[in-house]
């Protein structure tokens, strides 16, 4: 006969052996760590990655398709400004050229070939830019 009783469940593991669910203490060292409850643990991010400026004050514009199975994107790097303000400038691009795009590692990527929109944007944002590459 089933009792109504509730326990908690370290008490019904302390019933059953002794056996616990406590993980044990990781080294400060350790920059990875493996549990049996939910695998791989990542170690947090403690910075977030921000646009590194060019000397010379100008945005590099470049069109890309290497590793990209011939599809190409427009990337914008030089953009000195925080990921959050990245991301804004990235969605008003992807707006205004009804496109989709990413910010990865502080560059903007918007896919497809929208060279006269890209460049008329920053231009009314107020950034200086040159094409980069061939």
Known sequence: M????????????????????A????PAGDSLVYSTDSGRID???????????FADGFLRLKRETKGRNGKGVITIAGIAEPEEKL????????????????????????Q???REVIQQELTKLGYKHKWSGG
């Open 43 to 53: 170690a947090p991010k403690t910075e977030k990655s921000t646009g590194q400026a």
């Open 87 to 110: 991301n804004e400038i990235a969605a008003l691009l992807k707006k205004k050229c009804g496109c989709g795009g990413a910010v990865k590692d502080g560059i903007i990527e918007i």
């Open 2 to 21: 089933m009792s109504s009783k509730k326990i908690s469940l370290a008490d019904w593991q302390q019933q059953l052996g002794g056996q616990s669910t």
């Open 23 to 26: 993980k044990p203490a990781t």
């Open 112 to 114: 497809g070939d929208k």
